[in-house]
């Protein structure tokens, strides 16, 4: 009897889709940023902030994953941005294949930056390439300062984190939320990972997050 290896398979064609949607966004000099995180940890505040202050200064398109509905995709497109919903029927992560079908149907051309917001999950997304130019791991003050430890991969991984909630930590408390550990704890993993601490409510740490952005597309630009 012949074993068939099916998650090699499975593996196999999403980086043959991934790579098919890195040399389209590498064609049109597009920057695609994969946002991971838990469920609530500000995902889709964060981008509708962004998007909004942005406006006029970096065309963003979003690819909005989620399980069920699309009440996160209709929040980015009060902002005037253009939304793709993709979902995924009760899959833990996008495919390639799911984000090359919504790529189709962005105007490419009129954007700089395509952030595809993941399903929420820690884990299953950071094992699938999405032929994005990085990842953006998101922890909200809220959720603990153990998920560096605790789900090192995704951290492994990631461009940049976002620690978002600051306006909490006050009533967190530093004995459940030591932001001195997630730093450290990240940097273990990534030695080259960018840190930025925010907050979606009041827009705190925001500007060193634009900055980053911006010079992200630079770079992609004049590539």
């Not at 040399?23 to 597009?30: D, F, N, P």
């Not at 079908?101 to 820690?122: H, K, P, T, W």
């Not at 600051?166 to 273990?188: H, P, T, Y």
Request: proline share 2%; aromatic share 6%; hydrophobic share 40%.
């Amino acid at each position: 009897m012949k074993k068939v290896e099916v998650g090699k398979k499975i593996l196999s064609a999403n980086e043959e889709y991934a790579f098919k949607n890195a040399q389209i966004l590498a064609e049109k000099k597009c920057v695609c940023l994969n946002m991971i995180s838990s469920p609530g940890s500000g995902k889709t505040t964060i981008l509708t902030r962004t998007i909004n202050e942005l406006k006029g200064k970096i065309g963003i398109g979003v690819i909005e994953g989620d399980v069920q509905t699309d009440i996160d995709a209709e929040k980015i497109r009060a902002t005037g941005a253009v939304a793709i919903q993709i979902n995924t029927r009760g899959a833990c992560h996008l495919s390639a294949k799911q984000v090359s079908d919504a790529l189709s149907q962005l105007a490419l051309d009129d954007l700089d930056i395509v952030f595809i917001e993941n399903v929420g999950n820690l884990v299953c997304p950071s094992a699938f390439e999405l032929g994005e130019n990085g990842k953006v791991a998101v922890l909200s003050v809220a959720e603990g300062d153990d998920k560096p430890a605790k789900y090192p991969a995704l951290f492994a991984k990631a461009k940049a984190l976002l620690i978002n909630k600051i306006d909490l930590l006050d009533s967190v408390g530093q004995e459940d939320f030591n932001i001195g550990r997630v730093n450290a704890d990240a940097r273990k993993l990534n030695k080259n990972i960018e840190i930025f601490h925010v907050s979606a409510k009041t827009g705190a740490g925001f500007a060193e997050w634009y900055d980053w952005l911006a010079k992200s597309v630079k770079k992609t630009v004049g590539s």
